[in-house]
């Protein structure tokens, strides 16, 4: 029999996983402030490395005619002129608000949901606002972001700096989605001291429900993780105020779901449970697609 010492590679599948990377998108003013020392926070408590992400572009416009082309032209410039002085001062605030940590910055002229998925490659967790503060040529929907990175999201709910991240909870469905949030969230839950995966469905429903979280439980459970499976019976659509209403009970301020939706036009189309999470957070939320 092979000696333990002697398979680097089954001792290398046996250590918890950790989030190495953390990419954050920092534009100029206060809406920044939170969400970057919040990554910065955590990057601290993971002895990580935090990358900020400068990104901004400006929206195409239509010339008339050929005539306007010359004033086009200066418009451009100015705009370009304009993002590249505001690029400078989200770098000085995010340097400013990442105090501590082990940073490193980069700028992109490009939409920020686009440069944050494009440089999601050298990131093991994005960190990203539940409210955009700008338009899209400033701020990256969490949505798109979510939809397109490939990598997990961290959700910051509005004015908050820290996530403790002791009790948590995972928003359980058996899907594909589902399946990849709770894999990407595992050094997250490791370090909990309490994981409820919740199921919540219609009675007729909950004994199949309930073989699943036990399930998802006891493969946890073997990760090291305190998990423990829990069903609401609900006769109502209101899905995402049970989740909400367990969380609270728990004191748990992560709350751990995948993202469902699909793309058409370009648009993401998100389930309203979703849609409540993404742009309505009321705690940190990690989400994966």
Same mark, same amino acid.
């Given at each position: 029999?092979?000696?333990?010492?002697?398979?680097?590679?089954?001792?290398?599948?046996?250590?918890?996983?950790?989030?190495? $990377?953390?990419?954050?998108?920092?534009?100029?003013?206060?809406?920044?402030?939170?969400?970057?020392?919040?990554?910065?926070?955590? *990057?601290?408590?993971?002895?990580?490395?935090?990358?900020?992400?400068?990104?901004?572009?400006?929206?195409? /416009?239509?010339?008339?005619?050929?005539?306007?082309?010359?004033?086009?032209?200066?418009?451009?410039?100015?705009?370009?002129?304009?993002?590249?002085?505001?690029?400078?001062?989200?770098?000085?605030?995010? +340097?400013?608000?990442?105090?501590?940590?082990?940073?490193?910055?980069?700028?992109?002229?490009?939409?920020?949901?686009?440069?944050?998925?494009?440089?999601?490659?050298?990131?093991?967790?994005?960190?990203?606002?539940? +409210?955009?503060?700008?338009?899209?040529?400033?701020?990256?929907?969490? *949505?798109?972001?979510?939809? $397109? *990175?490939?990598?997990?999201?961290?959700?910051?709910?509005?004015?908050? +700096? +820290?996530?403790?991240?002791?009790?948590?909870?995972?928003?359980?469905?058996?899907?594909?989605e589902c399946r990849r949030a709770l894999h990407d969230a595992l050094p997250f839950l490791?370090?909990?001291?309490?994981?409820?995966?919740?199921?919540?469905?219609?009675?007729?429903?909950?004994? *199949?429900?309930?073989?699943?979280?036990?399930?998802?439980?006891?493969?946890?459970?073997?990760?090291?993780?305190?998990?423990?499976?829990?069903?609401?019976?609900?006769?109502?659509?209101?899905?995402?105020?049970?989740?909400?209403?367990?969380?609270?009970?728990?004191?748990?301020?992560?709350?751990?779901?995948?993202?469902?939706?699909?793309?058409?036009?370009?648009?993401?189309? /998100?389930g309203g449970v979703t849609d409540d999470f993404i742009h309505r957070p009321g705690r /940190?939320?990690?989400?994966?697609?």
């Open positions: 029999m092979q000696k333990t010492e002697d398979r680097p590679a089954a001792q290398a599948a046996a250590r918890t996983p950790a989030y190495a $990377t953390i990419m954050v998108h920092a534009e100029p003013g206060a809406g920044a402030s939170a969400r970057v020392a919040a990554a910065a926070q955590l *990057a601290r408590d993971l002895d990580a490395r935090l990358i900020g992400l400068g990104a901004e572009t400006f929206d195409p /416009f239509p010339t008339p005619d050929p005539f306007s082309g010359y004033a086009a032209g200066e418009w451009v410039a100015l705009i370009q002129d304009q993002i590249l002085k505001d690029l400078k001062t989200a770098e000085a605030a995010f +340097r400013r608000d990442a105090a501590g940590a082990d940073v490193e910055w980069r700028t992109e002229q490009a939409y920020p949901h686009e440069a944050l998925a494009c440089h999601a490659r050298a990131a093991d967790l994005i960190v990203a606002s539940g +409210r955009q503060t700008g338009g899209r040529a400033r701020s990256a929907d969490p *949505a798109d972001v979510v939809m $397109t *990175a490939g990598r997990p999201v961290l959700i910051v709910p509005e004015g908050r +700096r +820290r996530l403790r991240g002791d009790a948590v909870v995972v928003a359980w469905k058996n899907t594909r490791s370090a909990a001291t309490d994981v409820i995966v919740l199921a919540v469905c219609k009675p007729d429903s909950a004994e *199949a429900a309930e073989a699943e979280v036990a399930d998802v439980a006891a493969s946890l459970r073997r990760h090291g993780v305190p998990a423990r499976g829990q069903v609401s019976r609900l006769d109502s659509a209101a899905v995402s105020e049970e989740i909400q209403r367990v969380a609270d009970d728990a004191g748990a301020d992560l709350l751990v779901c995948g993202a469902f939706g699909h793309s058409r036009l370009r648009e993401w189309v /998100f /940190f939320i990690l989400m994966s697609h």
